[in-house]
C-alpha cells in the first residue's frame, strides 16, 4: 500500500499546505477517489488543400459539478495540445507542467505517419492529459476544462481571445533576458540543491534513454539472425531419417524462443522507452521551471536593489515590491509542493518501468526454459524406449 | 570392438606449446606442437597404474597420418582433423591460428581425432597409426617409406570419372547427394550460429551499462539509491555471463563442424567407388572393342566404319600372315583383359562391401553423435534461462525497492 508510504515520506523540512495535501491524497493515492477520466484514442488522418494532419478522439468523463454533463467526447490534434501546454506554463509559471511528444522525430526512419509514430504519440498524449488531470492544481485549469469539452469551433474562438502571440513572444524575450542576469543572488538552498539535482539526473536520464534504445536494438538483430536460424535445422531435417525429429524439435524451440524474444521487445516500446523518454522532456521542463522561478525571483530582487539605491519610500512602489514579495513566495511554495509531487511519481514511475523490463525478462526466460525442458524430455523418453528395446530377446 | 586400441590405451592430447623453428626453406617460423600421451589401460584394473609414455607432434603430421589412412583405406570412412584455420568466427573470437581458445580447441579436436581412430574396428590396428603415437623421431620417414603417395588417386582422375561413370552403384549416388547436403546444411547452420551468437554477446553486454549508470544516479537519490545501486549489480553480472555461456556453445558449434567435415570423408568414399566402377568400365569397353576387333579380322567383315578399314581398301588389304599375327596377339590381350576384368571386378565387389559395412557403422555413429549434440545444445539453453532467470528475479526484487 503505497498511500501512506508517500505521505510520510514528506520531509519534516518542507511544510506543504493542508489543501494540496488533501488534494495529493485524493487524487494520486486514492485512485477510487478520482473524478476526472479521459482516454485519448482513434487517430484520424484528415486531408484539406493545404495540409494534411491526425486528429485523436478525447473521450472524458467526470463526476464534476462545475462540467455541465458526465460525459464528453471530442476530436483534437497536436495543434490544440501544444496551445493547451502553453496556456498551463503560462498561468502556472513554477508548476511542473507535464511533457507533450515532440512535434516530430528527426532521426531515425520513422515517418512523419507511420502507424507506430502514431501510436506512440497517442500514448504520450494521453499520458499528458492524465498527467493534468491528476495534478492537485492543473486539474481545476479552465483552459483544461475547455480542451476537454469545447467543440472544435468553441475551442478556435476560445484560442483567438487570449493574449496574442506578439505578447506571447515579449514574454520569451523577457525571459531569455532576464534568466540571464539575476535570481540565484538570493536563491533559496534549496532551489540551489534542485538546480544541482536536475543537472545529474538529466545527464543520467538521457543516458539510459540511450542505453535502452540501444537494447532495444540488439535484441531486434539478435531477433532477425533467430527467424533464420530456426528454419535451417527444419530444412536438414529433411535430409535425416534417425535425427529428423530431434531436429524438428529444436527447430520448434527456437521458433518459439523467437517468438518470446518479440514479446519482450514489445514490452520495451510499450513501457520502458516511453517513460525514459517521458522524463528525458521533464529534465528538460524542470530546468525550464527553475529558470522561471529565478526570473521571477530576480523581478524582486532589481526591484529590492533600486528602493535600496534610490532611498525613495514611495508607497507605490513599495506596494509593487510587497506584491512581488508575494508573488515570489507563492511561486517558491508551489514548486516545492509541486517538486516534492514529481519526485515521488518519478521515484513510482522508475519503480514500475524497470520493475516491469525485469517481469519481462523473466517471462522471457521463463517460456525459453519450458520450450526446451519438454523438448529434452522428449528426447529422452526416446532414449529410455531405444534402451529398453534393445534389451528384449 | 574388443581388439579396438582404445580400449588398451589411453590416448590424450594433453598440452599445447608455442614452438619456432626453421622450416623447409631454412626460414623462421612459429608453430604449435601438441604433446600425446599414451598409458596402457590395465585389463584388470588392479590399481597398478603404467608409466605414461609422451610425445611431441605438430598439426602437419596429424595431416600426414590422415592422408596416409585415407589412401591406405579407401573404403573406410576416415575421421576428420580439426580445421586447419578458424572458420564461422563470430566477432569476439580470434581468426588467428595463434589465439589460445583457438589452440585449446584444436587441442581437444585433435585428441578426439585420435580416440575416434583408435575406435575404429579397422584403422586402430594400422601400424602406422600405432608409430604415429609411440614413436618420438623418424615417424615421417616411416610412412613415407610406405610409398602411400603412390597409390594416391589424382584429383583429377576422380573428377573425370565422375562426369563419366555410366553405372555407379545407385546406393553411394544417394551417399554423395546426401553427403553434399549435409555440408550445405551445416555450414549455413555454424554460419547463422555464429551470427545469432554475435547478437546475443550484444544484448547482454549492452545491459553491463545499466551498472555504472545506475550507480551514478543512485548517487543523487535518497530512497532509491540503494535500489538502483544492487541492481546495476545485477545488471553486471547478468552481462558478465555470456562469456561463459558463449564459450560452452563454441563446443557445440565444434562437434557439428566435425560431421561438416566427416561429409568430405563420406564424399571421397563415394569418389573411390566412382574411381573404381569407372575403371571397371573402361576396363570393360576396351575389352569388347578388342573381342570385335578379333572378330572382323578372322571374319573379314567389317562392322564398323574404321579409318584403318578405308586405308586397306584403299591401298590394299593385309596379308594373311600379318592378319594371323594381329590375331594371336588380340587373343593374348584379350585373355589379358578377362583376368584383368575378373580381378577389377572382384576388387569393386570387396570394395563395395566393406565399405557399405564401414558406412553403416558411421551412419549409427552420426545418428548417436548428433542426437547427442542436439541434446547438450538444449542443456546450454536450459541452463542459459535458469541463469537470466535468477539474475532478473534479483533485479525485479532491487527494483520493486526503488
Not at chain 2, 573470437?93 to 587441442?107: I, K, Q
Not at chain 2, 543512485?218 to 555461456?245: C, F, N, P, R, T
Amino acid at each position: 500500500d503505497t498511500s501512506l508510504a508517500e505521505v510520510n515520506s514528506l520531509s519534516p523540512s518542507m511544510p506543504i499546505s493542508p489543501s494540496s495535501m488533501i488534494n495529493q491524497y485524493k487524487y494520486e493515492d486514492e485512485p477510487e477517489l478520482r473524478d476526472l477520466f479521459i482516454t485519448v484514442d482513434d487517430p484520424e488522418s484528415h486531408i484539406t488543400a493545404i495540409e494534411t494532419f491526425i486528429t485523436y478522439r478525447v473521450v472524458t468523463k467526470t463526476s464534476r459539478g462545475e462540467f455541465d454533463s458526465s460525459e464528453y467526447e471530442v476530436r483534437r490534434r497536436y495543434q490544440d495540445f501544444l496551445w493547451l501546454k502553453n496556456k498551463l506554463e503560462e498561468a502556472h509559471p513554477t508548476l511542473i507542467i507535464p511533457p507533450l511528444p515532440e512535434k516530430f522525430i528527426m532521426k531515425g526512419m520513422v515517418e512523419r505517419f507511420s502507424d507506430e509514430f502514431i501510436e506512440t504519440r497517442r500514448n504520450a498524449l494521453h499520458k499528458f492529459l492524465n498527467r493534468i488531470a491528476d495534478h492537485p492544481t492543473l486539474t481545476f485549469n479552465e483552459d483544461f476544462k475547455i480542451f476537454l469539452t469545447a467543440q472544435a469551433w468553441e475551442l478556435s474562438s476560445h484560442k483567438k481571445q487570449g493574449p496574442g502571440f506578439l505578447s506571447r513572444m515579449g514574454q520569451t524575450v523577457r525571459a531569455v533576458a532576464s534568466s540571464v542576469r539575476g535570481g540565484f543572488k538570493n536563491r533559496p538552498e534549496i532551489f540551489t540543491e534542485m538546480n544541482n539535482y536536475m543537472e545529474t539526473f538529466s545527464q543520467k536520464i538521457n543516458v539510459l534513454d540511450k542505453i535502452a534504445h540501444r537494447i532495444y536494438k540488439e535484441e531486434r538483430e539478435y531477433f532477425n539472425e533467430m527467424k533464420e536460424y530456426g528454419p535451417i535445422h527444419t530444412l536438414w531435417s529433411a535430409s535425416e531419417e534417425d535425427i529428423a525429429d530431434s531436429l524438428k524439435g529444436v527447430a520448434s524451440c527456437i521458433d518459439k524462443c523467437c517468438k518470446a524474444t518479440e514479446k519482450r521487445m514489445a514490452g520495451l516500446t510499450e513501457n520502458l522507452l516511453p517513460i525514459l523518454h517521458e522524463y528525458v522532456l521533464y529534465s528538460e521542463i524542470l530546468m525550464g521551471v527553475l529558470k522561471r522561478r529565478d526570473q521571477i525571483q530576480g523581478e524582486l530582487d532589481s526591484k529590492a536593489d533600486a528602493l535600496a539605491n534610490k532611498k525613495t519610500e514611495n508607497d507605490l512602489f513599495l506596494e509593487e515590491i510587497g506584491k512581488l514579495e508575494d508573488k515570489v513566495e507563492c511561486a517558491n511554495n508551489a514548486l516545492k509542493a509541486d517538486w516534492d509531487r514529481w519526485k515521488r511519481n518519478m521515484q513510482c514511475d522508475m519503480r514500475s518501468a524497470f520493475t516491469n523490463v525485469a517481469e519481462n525478462n523473466l517471462h522471457y526466460y521463463e517460456e525459453c526454459l519450458a520450450t526446451w525442458e519438454s523438448f529434452l524430455a522428449s528426447q529422452t523418453v526416446d532414449l529410455h524406449v531405444e534402451e529398453d528395446s534393445e534389451d528384449r530377446p | 570392438m574388443e581388439d579396438c586400441l582404445a580400449k588398451k590405451m589411453e590416448i590424450t592430447v594433453s598440452e599445447a606449446e608455442k614452438r619456432t623453428g626453421r622450416n623447409a626453406m631454412n626460414m623462421q617460423e612459429t608453430y604449435t606442437a601438441y604433446l600425446i600421451e599414451t598409458r596402457a589401460v590395465e585389463s584388470q584394473g588392479e590399481g597398478q597404474c603404467a608409466p605414461v609414455d609422451s610425445l611431441w607432434r605438430r598439426y602437419s603430421e596429424f595431416e600426414l597420418l590422415r592422408n596416409y589412412l585415407s589412401v591406405t583405406y579407401p573404403h573406410i570412412v576416415v575421421p576428420p582433423l580439426p580445421e586447419k584455420r578458424a572458420d564461422f568466427v563470430w566477432h569476439k573470437l580470434s581468426a588467428d591460428n595463434m589465439d589460445p581458445d583457438f589452440v585449446e580447441r584444436r587441442r581437444i579436436g585433435l585428441e578426439n581425432f585420435l580416440l575416434r581412430v583408435a575406435s575404429h574396428p579397422v584403422l586402430c590396428q594400422d601400424k602406422i597409426f600405432y608409430s604415429f603415437l609411440t614413436q618420438e623421431g623418424g615417424w615421417k620417414e616411416v610412412v613415407n617409406e610406405t610409398g602411400f603417395q603412390l597409390k594416391a588417386d589424382s584429383r583429377l582422375k576422380a573428377l573425370n570419372a565422375t562426369f563419366r561413370v555410366k553405372n555407379p552403384d545407385k546406393r553411394f549416388t544417394e551417399l554423395k547427394h546426401y553427403s553434399d547436403e549435409l555440408q550445405s546444411v551445416i555450414s549455413h547452420l555454424l554460419r547463422v550460429r555464429a551470427r545469432v551468437a554475435d547478437r546475443l554477446y550484444g544484448v547482454y553486454k549492452v545491459h553491463g551499462n545499466y551498472g555504472r549508470v545506475f550507480s551514478e544516479w543512485s548517487a543523487i537519490e535518497k530512497e532509491m539509491g540503494d535500489g538502483l545501486q544492487s541492481a546495476g549489480h545485477h545488471m553486471d553480472v547478468y552481462a558478465a555471463s555470456i562469456d561463459d555461456i558463449l564459450e560452452e556453445e563454441e563446443h557445440y558449434a565444434d562437434q557439428l563442424k566435425e560431421y561438416l567435415f566427416y561429409a568430405e570423408a563420406l564424399r571421397a568414399v563415394c569418389r573411390k567407388h566412382e574411381l573404381m566402377q569407372y575403371d571397371l568400365e573402361m576396363a570393360a569397353q576396351d575389352l569388347t572393342s578388342k573381342k570385335q576387333q578379333c572378330e572382323e579380322l578372322a571374319t573379314g567383315t567389317v562392322r564398323t566404319f574404321s579409318l584403318k578399314g578405308m586405308t586397306s581398301k584403299l591401298f590394299g588389304q593385309e596379308t594373311p600372315e600379318q592378319r594371323e599375327a594381329k590375331i594371336k596377339v588380340l587373343e593374348e590381350q584379350i585373355e589379358e583383359g578377362e583376368e584383368q576384368l575378373k580381378s577389377k571386378n572382384l576388387e569393386s565387389r570387396d570394395f563395395v562391401k566393406s565399405a557399405w559395412a564401414d558406412i553403416e557403422r558411421f551412419k549409427e555413429q552420426k545418428n548417436h553423435d548428433l542426437k547427442e549434440a542436439l541434446i547438450s545444445y538444449a542443456v546450454m539453453q536450459i541452463s542459459m534461462c535458469k541463469k537470466g532467470i535468477q539474475v532478473w528475479t534479483n533485479a525485479k526484487e532491487c527494483f520493486s525497492k526503488m
